[in-house]
């Protein structure tokens, strides 16, 4: 199956580029798409193979345009055939920010993170759906099912006051919309100086401090408390320049963040002991240890 999408996506990357230039394949993230990279004309362009019985294909473009009229910079879709699954989008490149982190530049990579953050949102349409209640406790049955039960094989009852705690907490943020994956191997440096964001395809709109949650604790790299404590004094400023609903008492918001930061990670722990368990795909093992 794997080999026959293969060839059907190489008809059609050359039915457009008109070459039979070779498709290169690209690191594979928690996702049951698949990325290549090719050239239409003289540009780099990837190819995205995108199966429609597990993908919304049609939502990635509507998003893709719905974040570019934001002025988000988020991948041009290029071509698309959505009945076959397959994508051509705008190549941002490979240097992705945990490449660029540690390299004496945390903080400026930081500062640009948190202006698209901030322009994220700003997004307000209609075709974001609502990041439930129920949403927020599924994602937290991955961990419970899959680390508490699975993996580990301990009793799981203490952990429903815990996931009702975090739910509440999330749930009764002030909402905007978010990336919802806005993490180092989903933002890249871009050629001309700017930031560039990928994986935007599950954006909602949700609590507040998710995304700065998804990038300040991130599950690939450690900041620094002090870099952190400075990018949230930041982008609360930031946040009130634009008029965004937040708060004067930057401990309290510091308070939700971290506990926000918590559902997000066992979210994370619990997708990669799933992917090992049911995939056998051990790719993210090694990020379950650190992000605990």
Not at 107 to 114: E, F, M, P, T, V
Not at 130 to 139: D, Q
Request: hydrophobic share 40%.
């Amino acid at each position: 199956m794997k080999k026959d999408r293969v060839k059907a996506l190489a008809h059609w990357v050359s039915s457009i580029t008109a070459t039979q230039d070779e498709l290169v394949p690209l690191p594979i993230e928690a996702s049951a798409r698949r990325f290549y990279r090719t050239t239409l004309g003289e540009r780099s362009v990837v190819v995205m193979d995108a199966p429609p019985d597990t993908t919304d294909n049609a939502h990635f473009i509507a998003l893709s345009n719905c974040f570019r009229r934001a002025e988000v910079s988020v991948p041009e879709v290029l071509a698309s055939d959505l009945d076959q699954g397959f994508l051509m989008v705008e190549d941002f490149g490979d240097n992705l920010l945990e490449r660029a982190y540690g390299l004496g530049q945390d903080s400026s990579i930081l500062n640009l993170a948190l202006a698209m953050l901030i322009g994220i949102q700003g997004i307000a349409d209609p075709i974001i759906p609502i990041y439930t209640p129920e949403r927020f406790a599924e994602e937290l049955e991955i961990f419970r099912k899959w680390v508490l039960q699975d993996l580990i094989g301990v009793t799981t009852l203490p952990f429903d006051d815990i996931t009702d705690f975090l739910v509440s907490t999330c749930d009764t943020q002030p909402k905007v919309t978010i990336h919802r994956d806005f993490h180092c191997r989903n933002l890249l440096l871009k050629p001309d100086g700017g930031i560039g964001a990928v994986d935007f395809q599950d954006a909602l709109v949700g609590p507040m401090s998710y995304d700065l949650a998804s990038i300040l604790y991130d599950c690939y790299y450690q900041f620094s408390n002090a870099t952190i404590s400075t990018s949230i004094a930041q982008y609360l400023q930031l946040a009130e320049e634009a008029g965004l609903s937040t708060t004067d008492d930057e401990g309290e918001f510091t308070r939700v963040l971290e506990i926000t930061a918590v559902q997000r990670q066992l979210k994370a722990v619990g997708i990669f002991a799933r992917l090992k368990l049911q995939q056998d795909r051990g790719s993210h093992l090694e990020n379950i240890v650190p992000v605990m």
